[in-house]
């Protein structure tokens, strides 16, 4: 026999004279394997466990032993398991079930157990059961299930693709979004959505993004299943395994449809009559100022035609606002037919019209334009079994002739207006240019201005504003008047309009701001503070000199017992904001030292709704000629309630000029205007009568 025989067989028979101890090898094996395993009696007792077992339950084997560790578990719990265990023993059937567990003092598990009965050679019952933590599984499973949940409901459209773009799952909303099912998306490109609207660069670029940040969103305008484009907000991000490599995108779109919609009837709103439909005083100045720069550029002239309707408020008190507005829709159209393509006709309120005649290369040849307008408002409008007859009265102003700015120009052709009127109507008239009589007076007016602020001939009064629905004084309006000297006390109407545009208004709206923080410590110590703010009109030539934050720091250094936020600037709508960019760096500049900023008279000017967006101004004044009207001209409760609305959806304050009566307040506190100011609540007045008057007002009982 050779040695490795002799190898092999040793073993063999070394087995044979030393058998293996069976029961140490099933013990070992009992008590090493990772699940826990009990075995009970008839009458539920534990009567051997293994040390999972133990370690499972957090206790001894003798601790565990001849106990049924009811007192471990709750009531309920304990029912359950003898149930099972019951039926395990009568039945002789092997039952698995899942279970949870909550012994005392221990975290909740959940687990699944395999449970048995054999019978031993005496003819006893006994239990062996094998238990199986799932809680970790569960929790992974809870938590798949609630991810696919998330993605089945969630609202927006979630998509699914593979590193190299091929869809691999959609949401329900997103094929309710796009129409297209499931099954018609998978293995499919996104690319099948494209709308046509976007040129190739768009989408290079947004993979550009994509690839170097792994993240994109922005808009995007997509086609559903029936054709029909639509826009949607979208975020591509993208999902990298742990080596840096990508998995696959998850992109989430939301529909924006009714948002846009929404937008757009805002923009409506903004920028066009509601009743004609023709663009309003925002879209005309918008569009004056594109033709001024085109006529700079191309050297080109430019008309603007300011119409008013002669006998339109015979029409309207013999036969009601309805028959007027009627004639108002009829004559619109009329006009815009009258006009060449490229031109503009708006409404600018009541039965007044501005034209823009653009791209004139002769004075002369605006001429045939105007009589079409004279023509057009003439002729005869049947209104139902009425005939109405009408004419108008237009004056014009040329550009680069008349070299204004465009609030200038509007208010030349208005005038030139009114001398077609005073001159019999039915006609145009041209505004003369060659005013020397007019620039003599403003430069006398613009001297004696000179001379008052030099020796101290201005003084300011405050008028209240408040909150009608809390009662709340929530600050004053300073308001420059002229002490003159021979003329008495002259109301701003009366001296700031000549100053427009002149580097004393700069000058004069300092002496107001360094007044009114003046005036607002001598307040304080009295014991009266103002919980808002002390309204300033400042003018456009002042907000936009390059100092003026500068300036306004000083001036503010100056008075260091007055906070900030005590001072309010207010910027007029009309004024001409010729870099909104650089206008609304400084406001913000001016807001970063703590003051606040007012969009006054807002719906009189020329400004379009850019003004709302870029301007950080939290508060917007309703301009009082609409206030004062609105109970009686529907025309200017439409505009009320349009800046209302504009000023809410722009998430601003809102407060209204000119409330001369209980009436007026009643109406802008149904309307949603809480904040007030005007006759009917306090005139202008000194400021040392304001203390008193904060101390005795109180609102009508009726608001």
């Not at 001398?419 to 007016?445: I, M, P």
Request: hydrophobic content about 40%; glycine content about 6%; overall charge negative.
């Amino acid at each position: 026999m050779t040695s490795k025989q002799n190898k092999d067989t040793t073993p063999l028979s070394s087995l044979e004279d030393n058998p293996p101890d069976i029961e140490m090898y099933l013990h070992a094996i009992f008590n090493n394997t990772g699940y826990p395993i009990f075995v009970k009696d008839e009458e539920f007792k534990l009567i051997l466990v293994n040390d999972a077992c133990c370690s499972f339950f957090g206790l001894s084997r003798n601790q565990i032993i001849g106990s049924t560790l009811a007192e471990s578990f709750p009531p309920s719990e304990m029912e359950g398991f003898f149930a099972i265990d019951r039926q395990v023993l009568d039945t002789g059937k092997e039952v698995i079930c899942e279970e949870t567990l909550s012994p005392s003092g221990l975290q909740s598990k959940r687990v699944l157990t395999r449970k048995n009965r054999f019978e031993d050679p005496n003819g006893n019952y006994f239990l062996v059961g094998v238990i199986h933590d799932i809680t970790e599984s569960k929790q992974i499973e809870e938590k798949l299930k609630r991810a696919a949940s998330v993605f089945t409901h969630a609202h927006e459209g979630i998509m699914i693709t593979d590193a190299n773009g091929t869809i691999t799952e959609v949401n329900t909303t997103f094929s309710r979004i796009t129409g297209y099912t499931s099954e018609e998306m998978l293995g499919k490109n996104p690319s099948i959505l494209q709308s046509g609207r976007h040129p190739s660069e768009f989408y290079a670029e947004m993979w550009t993004t994509l690839l170097a940040q792994d993240h994109w969103d922005g808009e995007i305008w997509n086609r559903r299943k029936n054709g029909e484009i639509y826009p949607e907000t979208l975020t591509i991000s993208a999902v990298k395994t742990t080596d840096g490599l990508v998995q696959h995108y998850v992109s989430l779109c939301t529909d924006i449809t009714a948002i846009k919609q929404h937008q757009n009837q805002l923009e409506h709103i903004a920028h066009y009559d509601l009743l004609t439909s023709l663009p309003n005083r925002v879209l005309l100045a918008d569009r004056l100022s594109q033709s001024m720069l085109q006529c700079r550029r191309h050297k080109q002239s430019l008309a603007v035609v300011f119409l008013d309707l002669d006998g339109f408020k015979h029409v309207n008190d013999a036969y009601g606002h309805d028959v007027g507005d009627e004639l108002l829709i009829a004559l619109s159209l009329r006009m815009k037919e009258a006009l060449r393509e490229g031109d503009t006709l708006a409404r600018i309120g009541g039965d007044e019209f501005v034209a823009i005649l653009a791209e004139l290369t002769t004075s002369e040849n605006f001429e045939p334009v105007l009589k079409r307008l004279l023509l057009a408002a003439s002729e005869p409008v049947i209104v139902g079994n009425v005939v109405l007859n009408v004419s108008a009265s237009i004056g014009v102003t040329l550009y680069p002739q008349d070299s204004v700015d465009a609030d200038l120009l509007m208010r030349h052709a208005d005038q030139a207006m009114y001398v077609a009127k005073e001159s019999g109507k039915n006609r145009y008239h041209l505004f003369d240019t060659a005013q020397d009589d007019a620039v003599k007076v403003q430069q006398e007016s613009l001297e004696a201005i000179r001379i008052a602020l030099d020796n101290h001939q201005f003084v300011l009064h405050y008028q209240p504003k408040v909150n009608m629905k809390t009662a709340a004084v929530i600050g004053v309006e300073a308001l420059i008047r002229w002490q003159h000297p021979k003329r008495g006390l002259l109301n701003p109407i009366d001296f700031l309009p000549v100053m427009e545009n002149n580097p004393m208004s700069a000058e004069m709206g300092e002496w107001v701001i360094n007044t009114v923080l003046t005036q607002i410590s001598q307040w304080q110590k009295m014991g009266l503070n103002l919980p808002v703010s002390t309204s300033v009109n400042i003018a456009a030539v002042q907000l936009q000199q390059p100092d003026f934050t500068q300036r306004l720091a000083t001036l503010l250094a100056a008075h260091p017992d007055v906070e900030p936020r005590y001072l309010e600037l207010e910027v007029l709508e009309t004024s001409a904001l010729d870099d909104i960019n650089n206008v609304s760096k400084i406001m913000n500049d001016c807001i970063a030292l703590g003051v606040n900023f007012a969009l006054d008279d807002f719906g009189t000017g020329y400004s379009s709704l850019t003004y709302l967006r870029r301007l950080p101004a939290h508060l917007i004044k309703i301009d009082q000629s609409f206030v004062r009207d609105m109970l009686n001209d529907m025309d200017d409760l439409a505009i009320v309630e349009g800046v209302i609305a504009l000023a809410k959806s722009f998430k601003r304050e809102v407060i209204a000029e000119g409330v001369e009566t209980i009436e007026h307040g009643a109406a802008l506190l149904k309307l949603g205007c809480d904040l007030a100011q005007g006759y009917g609540i306090a005139k202008p007045m000194p400021a040392s009568d304001i203390p008193q008057w904060v101390a005795d007002w109180k609102p009508d009982t009726s608001w």
